[in-house]
């Protein structure tokens, strides 16, 4: 097994009366990119946040690079580049000067700026006001900062919130060259299931404040489930009692149903629980699933 | 020596940070504004404000005295608002404190920025008064500017008015940390103000009230250098109110949670 670059050992988190972490155990292999998956308010930011020390976790719950933030917080941070949700820039500088202001603080040389602006492909807007930036630029520039301590770690939440198709193939470029020629470990939340099914190389599921899976995204599909789609003439009605037998609706629309299934014979179950409400069933087609119909068998949240 | 090096390199980010911003030209022209009235004043009005009394330096310094006791807390509220203000509206609190420097590093690179504004304003204002008679003296010679006057007692003034000044300068700064909420930091600081105006009618304990320590330190410009070392009761109460508060927010600094 490759060195794990983080590990959470049964990381619990509060604000006030609400859990928002349960019992959160990460394993973050060296060289991976980590999709950290799950449906808003699942904790996916509250764990970013407790990995980069915003958050102060419990002593002995969170290492990196198999230290403790306790006695190693300087040596940490060193060696982690982090874009947390929205860019962290300042709008009344360019984009050269706010990468200047991180260079201050981390002491690094003048000519890693331009390296940084190179990697992410800012060179020519370097000298633009960040208030002019295009959110997709915003990004950009919120990554190069995060690389100028030439960090091993890159932990990016949500790098594709808000950007255009052009800017989501950018930065998934961007990110995969990260770690295929600079050799980062990339830990990368999202909700967007395409997104981590074309980067990830491992991931985990939260939801609720707890991991719901955890390994190699083959691992997820290598799961016998079928997704089933239901072409029928009363959508709304089959929806209701589909849900009566616990099944998970992952999309619905004027013609038809689809769902996660485990074997063929809930075929014949939910055909006959339709038939015997009255409703006319035109097709029953199954298929391997996705990983949208197994994100959502896992953590069951659209229908609730 | 590791920690002052990284306390450079947190002040230099935050210097940095303020270029082209409306803190560095207020910094700049504040302390400027003052003068400038006192300038205009001395040079249209200069013969019938000195045939009252006094000396040319004794009265600019009673023409400047006065409104700046009254304005400076207002300029110490925007300056602890803007320093703080940058962070949240730029959404990066949660930047400067993931970069490898320890937390309290962050949190004095801002506070000392923050002070070394106020003295640098201070300092300026003080520069500023004696450009004015010097000025003055130059379109007219005969009110008196041209006599003797110990500009280090000027400045030891200046400097008192700094350090009377940190006390409540500690709370803005707490306050404009803790919340984004602009309102709320002007509001208490107004508050301040007024009640020590209240207060100091006739409360016997007026001199304890944190907005007034900068007004109770000051008096006349006159007198031997030896003035500046009397009266240091509300300096030392600055000081003592300065250590608390700044406790209080490195404290805060090292637990709070950094959204």
């Known amino acids: 097994m490759s060195n794990l670059i983080i590990e959470t050992h049964n990381l619990d988190f509060s604000f006030k009366e609400f859990k928002a972490l349960s019992q959160v155990n990460l394993q973050v292999p060296e060289g991976s990119i980590f999709g950290f998956l799950g449906p808003n308010g699942a904790g996916k930011t509250t764990t970013i946040r407790i990995l980069l020390d915003l958050f102060h976790a419990k002593p002995g719950e969170i290492k990196l690079f198999g230290k403790s933030y306790e006695e190693n917080r300087k040596e940490i941070l060193q060696k982690v580049g982090a874009l947390i949700e929205n860019p962290s820039i300042y709008k009344h500088l360019t984009g050269r000067q706010n990468l200047e202001v991180i260079r201050r603080m981390v002491d690094v040389p003048k000519a890693r700026v331009e390296e940084v602006l190179k990697i992410v492909r800012l060179v020519d807007n370097a000298d633009k006001k960040a208030k002019n930036y295009s959110l997709g630029m915003c990004q950009r520039l919120g990554l190069a900062a995060a690389l100028l301590t030439d960090p091993d770690l890159l932990i990016l939440d949500e790098p594709t919130n808000g950007l255009d198709p052009s800017g989501i193939i950018e930065m998934r470029e961007l990110i995969i060259r990260l770690n295929k020629e600079h050799g980062k470990t990339i830990f990368l939340s999202s909700h967007i299931l395409t997104e981590i099914e074309k980067l990830a190389t491992d991931v985990a599921i939260i939801d609720h404040g707890q991991i719901m899976y955890q390994g190699k995204l083959e691992g997820l599909h290598s799961s016998e489930l079928l997704e089933l789609k239901i072409e029928l003439n009363q959508v709304d009605a089959a929806a209701n009692i589909l849900k009566g037998l616990n099944y998970t609706i992952s999309e619905q629309n004027g013609r038809s149903i689809s769902l996660p299934i485990e074997t063929k014979v809930e075929v014949a179950k939910i055909n006959k629980a339709l038939v015997d409400a009255d409703i006319e069933v035109y097709g029953l087609k199954t298929s391997a699933e996705t990983l949208e119909s197994i994100f959502l068998n896992i953590t069951k949240k659209l229908d609730q | ?259």
């Open chain 2, 1 to 259: 020596m590791n920690t002052v090096i990284a306390l450079k390199r947190g002040i230099s980010a935050e210097i940095f940070k303020f270029r082209s911003t409306f803190v560095f030209w207020l910094i700049l022209l504040a302390p400027a504004f003052i003068p400038t009235i006192n300038l205009i004043v001395f040079l249209r009005r200069g013969e019938a404000i000195l045939a009252r009394s006094g000396t040319a330096w004794g009265n600019l310094m009673q023409f400047s005295n006065g409104p700046s006791n009254f304005l400076f807390p207002f300029f110490v509220f925007i300056v602890a608002l803007y320093v703080n203000n940058i962070e949240w509206s730029s959404n990066t609190w949660k930047l400067i404190y993931t970069q490898p420097l320890h937390r309290l590093n962050i949190f004095f690179s801002k506070l000392l920025v923050f002070f070394g504004m106020l003295f640098f304003s201070l300092m300026l204002y003080g520069a500023l008064i004696i450009a004015v008679g010097k000025i003055v003296n130059l379109a007219n010679p005969t009110l008196g500017f041209g006599e003797s006057f110990d500009f280090v007692i000027l400045f030891g003034r200046c400097f008192r008015m700094f350090l009377a000044t940190l006390g409540f300068a500690s709370i803005q700064f707490y306050i404009s940390q803790r919340s984004k909420n602009l309102i709320l930091p002007l509001g208490i600081g107004i508050g301040g103000i007024i009640s020590f105006m209240i207060v100091v009618q006739g409360w016997e304990y007026a001199a304890y009230h944190p907005y007034g320590y900068h007004i109770l330190a000051g008096g006349l410009y006159e007198g031997a250098r030896t003035i500046l070392l009397e009266n240091m009761q509300p300096i030392y109460l600055s000081l003592g109110l300065m250590i608390v508060m700044v406790g209080i927010g490195a404290y805060d600094a090292l637990r709070k949670r950094i959204i």
